[in-house]
């Protein structure tokens, strides 16, 4: 292998380059750079080129869209990480955790859902046997309209 043929973490790719790199497409690499998410330098014909450390940015960017993580909270990561230079394993660590325990959250937050579900959803309709027992004489219609034992359960349960 020549010296030429290997990849300095300071290349500049193009947007082609990129988007071969990542399946990203280039008007998601112009939305994510418009987020603050990703930079790029412009050459002198004005277009864009990214550094090869805003591969790993968007490798990230890509995980957290499939882990349903928004994009304000990538956003708020990417404060913590440096810009100029790929984030260090220390980083992806940390960042990782973070995650890991927003998804346990929100897998506890599901669960308790779908045990309300399957319990009673305090609609004051009367028609389920359990409704009975849950919510005898409809006494939650006091406490408004629609799942309200649902509604209450989720707002206690739900990650901060």
């Not at 014909?45 to 304000?72: D, E, V």
Request: charged share 30%; aromatic share 4%.
């Amino acid at each position: 292998m020549s010296p030429e043929s290997i990849a300095h973490p300071k290349d500049l790719l193009t947007v082609g380059e990129v988007t071969a790199r990542t399946g990203v497409a280039p008007s998601a690499l112009r939305f994510y750079e418009a987020e603050g998410l990703i930079t790029a330098e412009r050459n002198r014909g004005n277009q864009r080129l990214y550094r090869r450390h805003m591969l790993r940015r968007i490798s990230l960017i890509l995980a957290a869209r499939r882990l349903g993580i928004p994009l304000a909270d990538v956003a708020e990561i990417f404060t913590t990480l440096p810009s100029d230079e790929a984030p260090s394993h220390r980083d992806w660590v940390r960042v990782s955790r973070l995650w890991k325990s927003q998804l346990e959250d929100r897998r506890r937050y599901i669960m308790n859902l779908e045990r309300q579900l399957t319990a009673c959803i305090g609609c004051g309709c009367l028609s389920m046997r359990s409704c009975d027992l849950l919510n005898p004489d409809d006494r939650l219609r006091t406490r408004g309209v629609g799942p309200v034992r649902l509604d209450e359960s989720s707002a206690r349960d739900a990650p901060a």
